[in-house]
Each structure stands twice: as structure tokens, then as C-alpha cells.
């Protein structure tokens, strides 16, 4: 069992910056593809981005490319969402999530392991 717990969400104006942090407990996620999801009120939940194990691959939804930078550190076993240049349109819940699959994949039915979720608010 994987138990991941995400922080760092909170209410921002446009245009500014916010850093998610997700801690996995339990077990180590070293083998793990981890992503990031959002969602907002009256939405399906949205794929944001993801990372593979080694940290060495990652990829985004269109809508956050260029902004965001989704990052891991192993040894800390922990994925961070940096997000820059945040738009009102970015609020939402924020969930990290962890993925036995190898290949990238931006399907929330291939992720394992959720986390409780952090809000972000960006006003305008």
C-alpha cells in the first residue's frame, strides 16, 4: 500500500506561483509513475501531468504546458507540481497519484493510489 498526502495548495492571484508537494508513506514509490490531476467544481476530474520513475520523462495536459513542472525526489519519496503563471481557470482540487504502469499514461484508471487532495484558488 501506497498512502500519498498532498500540500502546498492554497489562494493566489493571477499570475503567481505555487508549489504541490505529495509524500508517499507506506512504501516506496521509487518504481513508480506518479501524476498530477485536478479537479474543479462541476468537472470531471482532469489529467495535469506526469513523471516516470527515474525522473527522467514527463509529460503535460496542453493547458499547463510551459507553466507547470512536475518533479520527483526519490530518496525524500516525494513528487512536487511546481506551477507558475497560474490562471483562475487553474482552480481547482489538486490530487497526486501513483501508477504501477511503465508507459505514459494520462488515464486515471491506470493510477493505483490517490491522495486526499490540496485546493488551489487563483483569483483574478
Known amino acids: 500500500q501506497v498512502q500519498l498526502v498532498e500540500s502546498g495548495g492554497g489562494l493566489v492571484q493571477a499570475g503567481g506561483s505555487l508549489r504541490l508537494s505529495c509524500a508517499a508513506s507506506?512504501?516506496?514509490?521509487?518504481?513508480?509513475?506518479m501524476g498530477w490531476f485536478r479537479q474543479a467544481p462541476g468537472k470531471e476530474r482532469e489529467f495535469v501531468a506526469t513523471?516516470?520513475?527515474?525522473?527522467?520523462?514527463?509529460d503535460y495536459a496542453d493547458s499547463v504546458k510551459g507553466r507547470f513542472t512536475i518533479s520527483r525526489d526519490n530518496a525524500k519519496n516525494t513528487v512536487y507540481l511546481q506551477m507558475n503563471s497560474l490562471k483562475p481557470e487553474d482552480t481547482a482540487v489538486y490530487y497526486c497519484?501513483?501508477?504501477?504502469?511503465?508507459?505514459?499514461?494520462?488515464?486515471?484508471?491506470?493510477?493505483?493510489?490517490w491522495g486526499q487532495g490540496t485546493q488551489v484558488t487563483v483569483s483574478s
Open positions: 507506506g512504501r516506496t514509490i521509487f518504481t513508480y509513475r
Open positions: 513523471i516516470n520513475w527515474s525522473g527522467t520523462s514527463t
Open positions: 497519484a501513483a501508477s504501477a504502469q511503465y508507459v505514459v499514461t494520462s488515464n486515471d484508471s491506470d493510477y493505483d493510489y
